[in-house]
């Protein structure tokens, strides 16, 4: 089918249209066989023990015809080709955003990679923001297990109405457990009461999905403002907002006692740019980084007696991800080196959410020039624990002065678009390739190690691992040679001490790709 013969949606609302056309079928089937239930049950239960019990005596007496054998089923209809309203659904979708109509349910869908349940879970909770009948639907489908009337749907309804058996049940019940991805970034809300069971809590959208879902013209951008608003965050009484402790507020920063973490570390920087082995284009967009941070100084002198001149950008804020090992410390040193100044990181992972405003406190107080925030996605992800309103005042304060902070992570998309919009710079470090790996193995060992003959091409060939990667497999060498009984035959490390050093590394070694190492040594034992 073309996309030109599917019907598109005109925009979000007509797309809501068709959901809930389908939720009422759905609702209708399932009170129908509630009242048919019901029903059978009056007729045949003679007091309240009968009635909750039914569930087990339906299945031995007849209530109706004849009483028989079990009934022979009918085999199931040969399938045909027609869609199901979920594919059918889908095509219409994408005609859609073909054309640029973005619809609201689908878009969130996409996003968090909800499942065909969570999103119908998602529509069930709308339904009542949209219509009351629904919840006048839902409180007839909850029946007397009910304590407190409401509009909500609860845990057991949704299961009940969307799974067909007990494997989807299983796997549905998963949806709202802590880890799932709706409650985790919550955007769900099941309140929960001590004295009920967890399967009758109700469930509700947060309210900024909910205005986000029912919007005319909804966009990417709103629905990243909207997982924004939602990410969990501290009181509003953290003890950083109430002291109102940076200089800027007027309150002197000695009068706090500094808390100084174990992962808090200040060192001289060493590596130059000649030591970075990076696509030249990336070494292109690092020095001008580099080049600003030095002119910095002088012109914030420049501009210091002018009007208006504390409202100026010094400083600079740049995220830096990359996979484990790429050598994104190496490409803060060379900058700070180029600057002759040391590099300050702190690794949030080692900070305790609770002490976020003693670290930020004391880091205001040693306004380091270039400052290193590994871990940057627990601080400034979406599921950050440490108010957002503290690291605004910390960001602005490091804007004033001449300086540079890096946000270090290893996916881009780990820092919250709230904060990735705010970023000056954005680099990405990608894996070496396989002339950047030849380059980095010949350069992993320290020139004090004497080096055999050692197959440089085929390491580099052979094992696509990071730059850091590679330091750690030569270190492993340099200590399998030092560790060699028969070290005495051999004045330096060999192919073996590699081998072994690789295989203690867990790397993936057949016969053959050994045979090829060895040939490529000239052959020589080991």
Excluded at 371 to 379: G, I, R
Excluded at 390 to 413: D, G, I, K, N
Aim: hydrophobic share 40%; charged share 20%; with cysteine.
């Amino acid at each position: 089918m073309s996309t030109h013969q599917i019907e598109r949606f005109a925009d979000n609302w007509s797309y809501l249209r068709t959901e809930l056309s389908w939720l009422d079928h759905l609702l209708m089937a399932a009170v129908a066989r509630q009242r048919k239930q019901t029903k059978e049950v009056d007729r045949i239960a003679q007091n309240k023990a009968d009635r909750v019990s039914s569930h087990w005596w339906q299945g031995i007496v007849s209530l109706e015809g004849k009483a028989a054998y079990d009934d022979c089923r009918k085999p199931p209809a040969a399938s045909t080709t027609k869609l199901g309203y979920q594919q059918q659904l889908e095509l219409r979708v994408q005609a859609s955003q073909s054309t640029g109509i973005l619809l609201a349910l689908p878009l969130l869908r996409d996003r968090l990679n909800l499942t065909v349940f969570e999103k119908n879970l998602t529509l069930l909770c709308l339904a009542p923001e949209i219509n009351r009948r629904y919840a006048r639907i839902y409180r007839y489908l909850k029946g007397d297990d009910e304590i407190m009337p409401n509009d909500l749907p609860t845990i057991d309804l949704v299961l009940r109405l969307l799974c067909r058996n007990d494997t989807e049940w299983s796997q549905a019940r998963r949806s709202f457990t802590p880890e799932a991805v709706l409650v985790r970034r919550g955007l769900l809300e099941i309140p929960t009461r001590s004295h009920d069971t967890r399967l009758n809590s109700v469930v509700r959208l947060a309210d900024p999905l909910v205005d986000f879902l029912l919007s005319d013209r909804p966009t990417a951008t709103d629905l990243d403002g909207v997982l924004d608003a939602t990410q969990p965050i501290l009181e509003s009484d953290s003890p950083f907002m109430a002291a109102g402790s940076f200089s800027s507020a007027g309150v002197s920063l000695s009068s706090f006692e500094p808390f100084i973490p174990e992962s808090y570390v200040t060192q001289q920087a060493t590596v130059t740019w000649s030591d970075l082995v990076l696509p030249p284009s990336l070494l292109a967009a690092l020095k001008p980084i580099a080049d600003r941070l030095q002119v910095q100084p002088q012109v914030a002198q420049q501009w210091q007696a002018t009007a208006g001149a504390e409202a100026l950008k010094l400083g600079q804020v740049m995220a830096l991800t990359g996979a484990a090992g790429t050598g994104k410390m190496s490409v803060v040193q060379a900058i700070a080196h180029q600057q002759s100044t040391a590099v300050t990181w702190l690794d949030l992972a080692q900070v305790d959410p609770d002490q976020a405003a003693s670290v930020l406190q004391d880091i205001a107080a040693q306004a380091p020039t270039v400052l290193m925030l590994k871990s940057a996605h627990l601080w400034f992800g979406r599921l950050a624990q440490v108010h957002r309103a503290e690291l605004h005042r910390f960001l602005a304060l490091r804007r004033r002065q001449p300086s540079l902070t890096v946000l270090v992570t290893q996916r881009p998309e780990a820092i919250a678009p709230y904060w990735r919009r705010q970023i000056d710079q954005q680099i990405a470090i990608p894996m070496p390739t396989a002339s950047d790996r030849l380059l980095l193995w010949q350069r992993a060992f320290p020139p004090s190690i004497p080096l055999g003959d050692l197959p440089w091409q085929w390491l580099a060939d052979q094992f696509p691992i990071s730059g850091g990667h590679i330091r750690a497999i030569a270190h492993e060498a340099s200590l399998c040679a030092a560790l060699d009984p028969s070290s005495y035959l051999h004045t330096s490390l060999h192919i073996g001490h590699l081998l072994q050093a690789l295989v203690n590394d867990q790397q993936s070694l057949t016969l053959e790709s050994i045979d090829q190492a060895r040939y490529t040594c000239s052959g020589k034992p080991f």
